[in-house]
């Protein structure tokens, strides 16, 4: 979105998230912040937690003369979650002298917020409004992420802000990114075997040297030094 359009807009979206490397299993927390500019009707505001594999080329073979390449696009979704943050609430009737509809008027107006003031049935002022929210990303089926400009295979994953209007329609919207790793597990060293590699080299004249290499384990994470012991018989 351009400066100009960011002008005319009456809503600015922002997420601020607990940190920004997770790995599958945590919980994600953050905070949503909307501000609102000018009079405008928000029916419902919705977080979108996403993670998906891309790859897209361009096959030249499909390329005639004037005429673009064929770009292949195939994605596969990782993660795919929705959050309701936000949602109007509809005026309620409430006889005062009945005292047990109370409770549940509070309770209508709390379904998506605790903040007294995002439970007025007019909808919600010009101003700040803050939202805390939660995911918990997935543990199955998770990779690390991966973006190179090199490769057209990419491994990305964000949350969307989206706010809608009584027609369901878009009336603002912005992403936060954030990036996963998937560590190696550790377990997994204990459970294979030491790697043990040997070889013999003919010295000549009958001289044998076998040599042996063993790893401590086969199972490493990034940057993590390789230790082996190399053992020389020299027979």
Do not use: W
């Not at 007019?122 to 199955?140: A, K, M, Q, R, Y």
Request: aromatic share 8%; charged share 25%; proline share 4%.
């Amino acid at each position: 979105m351009d400066e100009s359009n960011l002008r005319k807009s009456p809503l600015a979206m922002d997420i601020e998230l607990n940190k920004s490397l997770f790995t599958p299993g945590d919980i994600i927390n953050g905070l949503a912040r909307l501000s609102i500019r000018s009079a405008v009707l928000i029916q419902k505001i919705q977080l979108f937690l996403f993670g998906a594999a891309q790859v897209s080329y361009r096959d030249e073979k499909f390329s005639l003369p004037l005429v673009e390449p064929m770009i292949f696009h195939s994605e596969k979704v990782l993660v795919d979650q929705k959050k309701t943050i936000y949602r109007k609430p509809e005026p309620v009737l409430v006889d005062v002298d009945d005292q047990s509809n109370t409770s549940s008027v509070d309770e209508n107006f709390n379904d998506t917020c605790a903040c007294r003031n995002h439970r007025d049935p007019n909808g919600l002022s010009i101003g700040v409004h803050t939202f805390e929210f939660s995911f918990i990303l997935p543990i199955d089926g998770v990779e690390s992420s991966y973006i190179s400009s090199f490769c057209p295979f990419i491994i990305k994953y964000g949350i969307d802000m989206v706010a809608y209007d009584h027609r369901n329609e878009i009336i603002g919207q912005n992403s936060q990114s954030l990036s996963v790793v998937k560590p190696v597990h550790r377990a997994l060293s204990t459970i294979s075997k030491n790697l043990i590699i040997s070889k013999s080299f003919d010295m000549g004249k009958g001289r044998i040297i076998d040599v042996e290499v063993k790893l401590k384990k086969d199972c490493f994470t990034a940057a993590e030094a390789i230790e082996s012991a190399i053992t020389i018989y020299n027979g």
